[in-house]
């Protein structure tokens, strides 16, 4: 090879000299941004990084894989195993150790489900992040002492709570906007992604289910009862259709008076069939599903009023039915119907257009786009893990004041200015893990039925299933 040769294959190997192209800043203020970009790792993660790939293999893969989640029923979610509603002091340590062990096995399916996925779609900065807090979890989990004593599984409750409050609890809106960035960018075919944002919310809505039971359960024991309520546990609740649906109603009217002015006209809530319904169901899920299918209704009636100039809104009517597998709710609306195809309605993405739209003001909710995950693995996870052990005392404990609505009810009260477009997809979501549904019917120039079916969860309680009830 002549010198000449040499020399051009030296220079191949050289920093270019990026001057030429940005005469404004000098190769010096680049540098740091290059080397992160060329990086094999992100310089920040606490798990991805030279040793992860092995860790992964010998401890994710190999050692907890191969166990399966356990299909669980709604007594079971209550008992664990144990045909007596009595608490005792065994139980409470059997009930931790099978959370535990069960929490770690289905976070690893989870993250192994990431794993599996194109590189351009987990690489995704949200999809990262939840990856990073997936795998966040299935460590601190893992590596939580045995629960082998009362002192123990107190200290393994505060975890609980920990991990239920800190910064993982963005992992919601984060899948939702990796989702709204794969449609953008067109990483993953759109029905596909829906499955799989489905799959990991029913996943997720099953692990906080057991944790919360798991927290009711030793929150009983520590205050003397020594029963759980029921076969439910403490977190359901007997929930009236009329208080909530009221509830629901008050909301919206604040919702449209900010988007609008005081004086806006609203429409009449006119409720019929079984009124005085009252059922078993988790609060803070139903004040979200009620919630959000009513603001529906409520903004598109007030904005057909404004269109039209109508002296008096038309009404919203729910239709109340009990039987007794189920419970449903078909609210009614004279709003000129659904202006775009129906499958649009349930999915994370829809158009481009759409969920550039939906993606920009996800962008501006307050709280969430300041701080990294990367950030929390120092200063901001300390700092959201010592706000929950601060509140997480043996008293509060004792006295159940643990509550765990955010973030979704956080969505649910989201200002106007942030319209999202997903709210009724993941209200299916929510429907159809309480062995239901949500429909919508409509009749474009006249008006929609919105129909949401929640099952009866004081019947087939003994029936298994995996990330349903």
């Given at each position: 090879m002549s010198k000449r040769s040499i020399k051009k294959v030296l220079d191949v190997s050289q920093m270019p000299d990026f001057s030429r192209y940005s005469p404004t800043k000098s190769i010096n203020e680049l540098a740091p941004y290059i080397s992160k970009t060329l990086s094999a790792y992100p310089s920040e993660s606490k798990y991805i990084n030279q040793q992860h790939y092995y860790h992964n293999e010998n401890v994710l893969v190999e050692k907890y894989l191969p166990k399966q989640p356990h299909p669980m029923s709604l007594k079971q979610l209550a008992q664990y195993y144990d045909d007596s509603s009595k608490l005792t002091r065994q139980k409470i340590l059997n009930s931790g150790k099978f959370v535990k062990e069960e929490l770690c096995v289905r976070?690893?399916?989870?993250?192994?489900?990431?794993?599996?996925?194109?590189?351009?779609?987990?690489?995704?900065?949200?999809?990262?992040?939840?990856?990073?807090s997936y795998y966040n979890i299935f460590e601190r989990f893992r590596k939580f002492p045995e629960i082998k004593d009362e002192e123990t599984n107190l200290q393994f409750a505060k975890f609980l709570h920990a991990i239920l409050s800190d910064f993982n609890s963005l992992n919601l809106p984060h899948l939702i906007m990796g989702a709204l960035e794969s449609c953008i960018l067109d990483l993953y075919p759109q029905d596909k992604m829906d499955q799989l944002i489905s799959e990991l919310l029913r996943a997720r809505i099953s692990r906080r289910l057991i944790v919360e039971e798991h927290l009711s359960m030793t929150s009983n024991y520590l205050s003397g009862r020594k029963e759980n309520m029921l076969v439910l546990g403490d977190i359901f609740q007997k929930c009236s259709a009329k208080a909530y649906l009221h509830d629901a109603r008050t909301m919206c009217e604040a919702y449209m008076k900010?988007?609008?002015?005081?004086?806006?006209?609203?429409?009449?809530?006119?409720?019929?069939?079984?009124?005085?319904?009252?059922?078993?169901?988790?609060?803070?899920?139903?004040?979200?599903?009620?919630?959000?299918?009513?603001?529906?209704?409520?903004?598109?009636?007030?904005?057909?009023?404004?269109?039209?100039?109508?002296?008096?809104?038309?009404?919203?009517?729910?239709?109340?039915?009990?039987n007794d597998q189920s419970y449903l709710f078909r609210i009614s609306d004279r709003a000129g119907g659904v202006p775009y195809p129906d499958k649009l309605i349930w999915s994370f993405g829809k158009s481009q257009e759409l969920a550039t739209q939906s993606l920009a003001n996800f962008h501006h909710l307050p709280g969430l786009q300041r701080e990294s995950l990367y950030d929390s693995s120092s200063q901001v996870m300390e700092r959201y893990t010592q706000t929950s052990?601060?509140?997480?005392?043996?008293?509060?404990?004792?006295?159940?004041?643990?509550?765990?609505?955010?973030?979704?009810?956080?969505?649910?009260?989201?200002?106007?200015?942030?319209?999202?477009g997903i709210g009724l997809a993941l209200c299916k979501v929510y429907a159809e893990y309480w062995n239901g549904d949500l429909t919508v019917h409509s009749i474009q120039g006249y008006g929609t039925d919105t129909v949401l079916k929640l099952g009866n969860l004081m019947t087939n309680t003994d029936r298994l299933q995996l990330d349903r009830v």
């Open positions: 976070i690893a399916h989870k993250i192994n489900r990431l794993q599996n996925l194109p590189f351009n779609l987990v690489n995704n900065f949200h999809f990262n992040q939840v990856y990073e900010n988007m609008y002015f005081d004086g806006i006209k609203m429409p009449q809530l006119i409720l019929h069939g079984d009124t005085d319904l009252e059922f078993y169901f988790l609060p803070s899920h139903l004040k979200f599903l009620l919630g959000e299918i009513l603001r529906n209704k409520y903004e598109a009636t007030v904005k057909e009023t404004i269109r039209l100039g109508l002296d008096e809104a038309p009404p919203i009517v729910v239709t109340i039915i009990e052990l601060d509140h997480m005392t043996e008293t509060n404990l004792k006295k159940g004041r643990f509550k765990f609505e955010k973030p979704l009810i956080d969505l649910l009260q989201r200002s106007p200015r942030y319209k999202l």
